[in-house]
């Protein structure tokens, strides 16, 4: 009865690869978001998307590209995997936009790139 | 630009100590400030979310405050458990609904 689950946990993989982590939220929640957790445990928003559409695009590579195919599911692709994305990636989940909503997380994809 | 600041970044404590984590954000434009604590390969768990008309929040033996003014927040936290031992984030959310976080102040709680 995980409120938000990821999968994988941990993903070991080589540079140039294209690998894909899933995000689903049982939480009935209309807001999902990508962060990245660098070495330094610094956590910092990558994408935001709300019932199906996007809505927050921080600076990020084109090689990462998140699909939303509803709004309890949000994806998140890599391609051409480099050493500089290993990192820990959450998702998460809030009700609507509301700015008095708080946020829930996944417990995190732990990836490493050889 | 929102940048959030935590100090100190890690701090040990003896069990039963009343303790505060302090919080700091550049722009007082915010309209939230969230506390989460993160449990060593966990994700973030939501503690208090104080909305920018609030001065404080209180769960439990944690009570959170927010001065807008003073661009501070600080977190509370009374009579301390081991279990309490945890990474402690404070986010800012502002216009562009984001979150924007602090590095954290990693707890340990010695009993």
């Known amino acids: 009865d995980t409120a938000v689950s990821q999968t994988p946990k941990y993903l070991v993989t080589q540079m140039g690869n294209d690998k894909s982590i899933k995000c689903e939220q049982n939480?009935?929640?209309?807001?999902m978001y990508w962060y990245k957790q660098d070495s330094k445990k610094f956590l910092k928003i990558m994408f935001s998307?709300?019932?199906?559409?996007?809505?927050i695009n921080e600076t990020v590579p084109n090689r990462f590209s998140p699909k939303s195919p509803d709004k309890a599911h949000l994806n998140l692709h890599i391609n051409s995997l480099e050493l500089g994305d290993s990192a820990v990636y959450f998702c998460?989940?809030?009700?609507?936009?509301?700015?008095?909503?708080?946020?829930?997380f996944g417990d995190g994809t732990r990836l490493s790139i050889l | 630009k929102q940048e959030v600041t935590q100090i100190p970044a890690a701090l040990s404590v003896p069990e039963g100590e009343n303790l505060v984590l302090n919080c700091s954000f550049t722009?007082?434009?915010?309209?939230?400030l969230q506390w989460f604590r993160q449990d060593p390969g966990k994700g973030l768990t939501s503690l208090l979310l104080?909305?920018?008309?609030?001065r404080e929040q209180t769960s439990g033996r944690l009570n959170a405050s927010l001065d807008k003014s003073s661009g501070r927040s600080t977190l509370y936290i009374a009579a301390s458990q081991p279990g309490d031992s945890a990474t402690y984030l404070c986010?800012?959310?502002?216009?562009?609904?984001?979150?924007?976080f602090g590095k954290g102040t990693k707890l340990t709680v010695n009993p």
């Open positions: 998460a989940s809030s009700r609507g936009q509301g700015r008095a909503q708080p946020q829930h």
């Open positions: 939480l009935g929640h209309d807001t």
């Open positions: 998307y709300n019932n199906k559409e996007l809505i």
């Open positions: 722009d007082s434009a915010i309209y939230n």
């Open positions: 104080i909305q920018s008309s609030q």
């Open positions: 986010a800012g959310q502002g216009g562009s609904e984001k979150l924007v």
